[in-house]
């Protein structure tokens, strides 16, 4: 630095501090009466502008802000009456642990977050998945939050504004968004749990918000039979996938080992998807070292030990299933099928990515011809859903079908009522017949 510049930056810095003497200097000259009490722990002043009345401020060292209240009157007995309520209502929070100054929703959410990453996900009490759905579902209610915050002129909301009624318009602003009335109850679900977090926390005086209720109505036939596939789906998707993964494909667009591989890993993931009934991240997680295939009446089948941290109902189940073919072809294709390997391991080690899943996914839906697939939401979690309509439609027992899903007999039944209702109407169409081989009409 030349000697110039050196001299510059010195006349800078003076100027620097008598900018900021002149900003502080006023604050002081503002005030027009000050009294300390508790030995200057707190203060009231009156100021300029406070047409004479008594203001209480105390500063809080451990969030490095001062406390200002109005103290609503014009006689110093009163005021300084006052102010020591006020004290003393502030420390006993603050020895309870409790903040003074309420966070924005933004920070609220990111401390429950991480709250709930190290008391659950890292215990196991939840899945890093299910983490992953709570934390999509805090950001809708953030941005909701900063639209309210901008219609009432606040550039942050905090959650001291939020009051028990304040998010009365969230169904409504969810469902222009698109969202289904069994997401924003979950929705709704997730945000209260946060409420009372917050309130435990002393970060909010709420501990629940209310909610327009959402009637609860079994899944509607049509919306469930709309987020499966339909038999014919079914097969033009498998067809799909065998041309997908050939070697003439393969040839054809130059791909890679790699690229190859990872279109197996989709075929593989699909169809033990279906013939597992296993959800998405339940089979995404699952190991080698929990997966043996055998032998049954000349099929092979597979035993699989679903563990607890990977479930999203965190309950451990071992279920004997179909698709043990399709185990064997894939772990005859894959170099990592060690104990500790997850199934659906890349060709460099890792797992595959969901990204990679999904971008395969879409590609298949177009093979298949299936054009209306995002419009009806169907995913690989669609694989479970046929898996369980095509056993209910086979009779098989709906209590041990409910064991091998990880769900409940209820929810069974009342989640796929879509295929009794199948079942019902192929019984209609049935003719029955009497001993003389007579037709008899159920009118």
């Not at 918000?209 to 079914?234: K, M, N």
Request: net charge positive; with cysteine.
């Amino acid at each position: 630095m030349t000697a110039a510049a050196r001299v510059a930056l010195v006349i800078d810095n003076t100027r620097t501090q008598k900018q900021r003497s002149k900003r502080t200097a006023p604050t002081q000259s503002f005030l027009t009466d000050k009294h300390s009490i508790y030995g200057g722990k707190a203060e009231i002043v009156r100021t300029q502008q406070s047409g004479g009345y008594w203001h209480f401020r105390m500063w809080i060292s451990e969030e490095s802000k001062y406390v200002r209240k109005t103290l609503k009157t014009k006689h110093l007995d009163t005021a300084v009456e006052r102010a020591e309520n006020e004290f003393f209502a502030i420390k006993a929070n603050l020895n309870s642990g409790k903040r003074i100054f309420s966070p924005t929703v933004q920070q609220a959410a990111e401390e429950y977050l991480k709250h709930r990453w190290e008391v659950d996900v890292k215990r196991g009490s939840i899945t890093e998945g299910r983490w992953g759905t709570i934390k999509s579902q805090l950001n809708h209610f953030v941005a909701y939050c900063g639209i309210v915050g901008r219609s009432e002129r606040s550039s942050v909301t905090r959650l001291s504004d939020l009051e028990s009624k304040s998010l009365q318009g969230y169904q409504q602003y969810r469902q222009q968004k698109g969202a289904k009335d069994v997401t924003i109850k979950n929705e709704q679900a997730t945000i209260n749990a946060l409420c009372r977090w917050a309130f435990d926390e002393g970060l909010h005086s709420v501990q629940h918000y209310v909610f327009p209720s959402i009637s609860r109505r079994g899944v509607d036939a049509d919306t469930l039979r709309r987020s499966t596939y339909t038999d014919d789906e079914y097969r033009r998707i498998t067809r799909a996938l065998i041309s997908y993964t050939s070697n003439k494909t393969a040839k054809a667009e130059f791909l890679s080992d790699e690229e190859r591989f990872t279109r197996q890993l989709v075929r593989h993931f699909f169809l033990t998807g279906a013939n597992t009934m296993m959800r998405f991240g339940e089979l995404y997680q699952l190991k080698w070292g929990n997966v043996e295939t055998y032998s049954a009446e000349n099929q092979r089948l597979v035993t699989i030990n679903v563990l607890a941290e990977t479930s999203k109902v965190r309950q451990s189940r071992v279920i004997k299933v179909r698709g043990g073919k399709h185990f064997d072809r894939l772990r005859s294709l894959s170099k990592h099928t060690k104990q500790g390997d997850w199934v659906f391991t890349a060709h460099n080690g890792e797992r595959v990515t969901r990204d990679a899943l999904y971008y395969h996914y879409a590609q298949l839906m177009t093979l298949a011809g299936i054009t209306d697939w995002k419009e009806r939401n169907l995913t690989y979690y669609s694989t479970r859903h046929y898996g369980i309509t095509k056993r209910l439609q086979s009779n098989a027992n709906p209590l041990t079908l409910s064991k091998v899903c990880g769900t409940s007999l209820k929810h069974l039944t009342e989640t796929y009522y879509h295929a009794d209702l199948t079942e019902q109407e192929r019984a209609a169409l049935l003719r029955y017949e009497g001993s003389s081989a007579e037709v008899v009409e159920l009118d």
